[in-house]
C-alpha cells in the first residue's frame, strides 16, 4: 500500500467511523419498476437509481438525484453537447449485475460500495453517496472528488490469458483485456485493433518478442513487471497472426516462457 493510500485509510477511520455491517451482506442491486420505487432507505434509493437507467427513464433518473446533483447533470450535458439518453443506452446495455458490498457512513451521507459487473466480464468498484433531501434519500454527487473514498474505487479487469501454459503463473505472464478470445473476427472496413495488454509482474522485459505477420513489431510495446499498455496494431486484409512471447519467473522460483498466438481477421 502507498503511503498516500495509508493517510488516505488513516482518514477514513478519523472522518467516517465504523463500517456499518449489512443486514444482507452482499445484497444484490434489484431492478424494478418505476411504481415500485421507495426512498425510504438508501439501499432503496440506490435501487431506483439503477432502476431508472436499465429503464432508460431521464425523467426518473433525475428524480432519483439530489435537487443540486440533477441541476449539475443537466448543466453538464447541455454544455458538452451530450445526450443523456446516450448515457442511458450505454448503461443499459453494459450493465449485467451490481451487488452492495459495503455500507458505510460519510459525514452528512450514507455511503454504498457497490461492486458492478458488465457485459464483458470486467467488475468495478464504486462508491455511491446519498443524502436524506426532503425526507428521502436521494444519490448525490457532492463528494465525488473526496479523496476519502478514493480506497473504494476499483476495476478488475476479465483478462484472456491464452491457450497452452501452466495456468496458474506462466500463462498470467500475458494476458489481454481486448481481444478477449484466440480470433477475433473485424468488421468490414476496419484496418487497426488497440490492443489491451496486462504484463505480469515476474516478467523479463528483455526476452519480450512480438511479431505481425512474421514481422518483428517489437519497438510497439514497452513491457514492464506489473504494467499494462495500449497497443495500436496494423492490419492488413486477411488473416493477421499476431505472435507474443515472454520469459519469467513461475511461483516456484523457475524459469518459465509464456507463448500467444493472436489471429485477427479483417473482411477484404
Avoid: C
Avoid at 29 to 49: C, H, M, R
Avoid at 231 to 240: A, I, K, M, Y
Amino acid at each position: 500500500m502507498s503511503n498516500r493510500l495509508m493517510a488516505v485509510f488513516m482518514m477514513l477511520q478519523l472522518v467516517i467511523g465504523p463500517t456499518i455491517s449489512l443486514a444482507e451482506p452482499n445484497r444484490p442491486i434489484v431492478i424494478s419498476e418505476k411504481g415500485q420505487a421507495s426512498y425510504g432507505t438508501p439501499e432503496n434509493a440506490l435501487n431506483a437509481f439503477f432502476s431508472a437507467y436499465m429503464a432508460g427513464d431521464l425523467e426518473w433518473h433525475y428524480q432519483t438525484l439530489t435537487e443540486a446533483a440533477a441541476a449539475e447533470k443537466k448543466a453538464d450535458f447541455e454544455r458538452n453537447q451530450l445526450d443523456p439518453m446516450a448515457e442511458l443506452a450505454i448503461f443499459r446495455r453494459g450493465f449485467v449485475q451490481g451487488v452492495i458490498a459495503e455500507s458505510l457512513d460519510y459525514l452528512d451521507a450514507r455511503v454504498l460500495v457497490v461492486r458492478i459487473i458488465d457485459d464483458i466480464g470486467d467488475q468495478f468498484l464504486l462508491p455511491y453517496t446519498l443524502v436524506m433531501e426532503e425526507g428521502e434519500w436521494k444519490v448525490t454527487n457532492k463528494y465525488s472528488a473526496s479523496e476519502a473514498l478514493e480506497p473504494y474505487v476499483d476495476f478488475i479487469p476479465k483478462l484472456y490469458f491464452g491457450h497452452g501454459q501452466r495456468p496458474a503463473d506462466v500463462n498470467a505472464f500475458l494476458g489481454y483485456h481486448q481481444p478477449q478470445d484466440a480470433t477475433t473476427t473485424m468488421e468490414k472496413g476496419i484496418t487497426s485493433f488497440d490492443l489491451q495488454i496486462y504484463y505480469g509482474g515476474t516478467i523479463d522485459p528483455a526476452t519480450f518478442t512480438a511479431t505481425l505477420n512474421k514481422k518483428d513489431i517489437r519497438p510497439l510495446f514497452e513491457p514492464s513487471p506489473g504494467s499494462r499498455q495500449f497497443v495500436t496494431l496494423p492490419l492488413e486484409s486477411g488473416r493477421n497472426v499476431l505472435e507474443l512471447s515472454v520469459e519469467g519467473v513461475r511461483s516456484d522460483g523457475k524459469t518459465a516462457n509464456d507463448s500467444d498466438r493472436l489471429v485477427f481477421i479483417t473482411a477484404p
